[in-house]
């Protein structure tokens, strides 16, 4: 197995290993210390199926079951999530998919995010495979933010150290005008968690700058004019081109990455092409965050540590 780098601060590809078949310890030992060492790992041409995912996955943890899925989803395997899902939604609340997207995602930032960051526990990690995918187009980037939080200057690090934040679900969210459903259903099915600003990786021992574009709501005992100009400034640090990494899928493609560590932007360029997109994830269940001050995130609403 060869672990082999493609960017300066994160992302690696793993070459010489069939993740189908039978993986020893030495091997599963490797994977998880390239995951965390480089972030987001990389795997071409596997031949995974949902039974083989599920398993992959759980070689390094406990896979979530989630309650509600889509029906691109699979029957039979509750642990796995189709993105196509994602097509329905807006569907549902009376929106085709390109206005759903615009009110959620009408800042460049908005769209970066970890998975289910509003929990208070959220994913440790998340296994994609791509099953269909576009010609051109449609490719994911991931930010690590670890180097961002390395790359503050020391009194900002120091600042930054004993902040906390709110997360919450469908933040920034752009009503429609009149009555809108998606708003009355965000309303009615809140989900919040306080979460340190800069959290302490569980296994690493790194400091995490814990910020993201879809879920940061405001930065606690602070203005709320200051809580954004802060908030601005550290994403557009997160984001700088120098942290990420942008991974063009082929079918068989498998990205493996902590999600407590990075945060990632879906791709915006393939909904207009019209060529199909079928990639399914696994998450693994991840840990209340804790902070550089040792105190751990808080629940707000909506959200129970172990409870999907």
């Not at 994977?31 to 759980?58: M, N, Y």
């Not at 929990?119 to 440790?124: G, K, L, V």
């Not at 009615?188 to 995490?208: F, K, M, N, T, Y």
């Not at 930065?219 to 802060?230: G, H, P, W």
Request: glycine share 10%.
């Amino acid at each position: 197995m060869d672990v082999e780098p493609v960017a300066g601060h994160i992302g690696a590809e793993i070459h010489g290993v069939d993740l189908a078949g039978e993986l020893d310890e030495a091997a599963v030992r490797a994977i998880r210390e390239a995951v965390l060492r480089w972030k987001v790992v990389f795997f071409r041409d596997q031949k995974l199926d949902h039974t083989g995912h599920v398993e992959f996955a759980r070689r390094f943890g406990e896979p979530v079951v989630l309650r509600k899925r889509g029906s691109a989803s699979p029957a039979g395997f509750p642990e796995v999530e189709t993105t196509a899902d994602r097509l329905e939604l807006g569907g549902r609340f009376g929106m085709d998919h390109d206005e759903w997207l615009q009110r959620r995602r009408h800042t460049l930032l908005r769209g970066w995010h970890c998975d289910h960051g509003a929990r208070i526990d959220p994913p440790a990690a998340t296994i994609l495979r791509a099953e269909t995918v576009p010609p051109y187009g449609g490719d994911t980037t991931w930010a690590n933010l670890a180097a961002a939080y390395a790359g503050l200057s020391a009194p900002v690090r120091a600042f930054a150290d004993g902040l906390r934040v709110e997360h919450r679900l469908g933040v920034g969210y752009q009503p429609r005008p009149g009555d809108d459903a998606y708003l009355r259903h965000l309303l009615d099915h809140q989900v919040a968690s306080v979460h340190p600003l800069v959290r302490v990786h569980p296994e690493s021992g790194e400091r995490i700058l814990y910020v993201n574009g879809y879920y940061v709501e405001q930065i606690q005992d602070v203005s709320r004019a200051e809580s954004r100009a802060l908030l601005d400034m550290l994403l557009e640090q997160a984001v700088r081109p120098e942290y990420t990494v942008r991974f063009r899928w082929e079918p068989g493609s498998v990205a493996f990455w902590d999600n407590r560590s990075t945060m990632h932007l879906a791709p915006s360029d393939n909904a207009h092409l019209g060529f199909p997109r079928t990639m399914h994830r696994v998450m693994l269940a991840g840990e209340v965050p804790v902070g550089a001050d040792g105190r751990g995130s808080s629940a707000v609403t909506g959200t129970e540590a172990g409870v999907w």
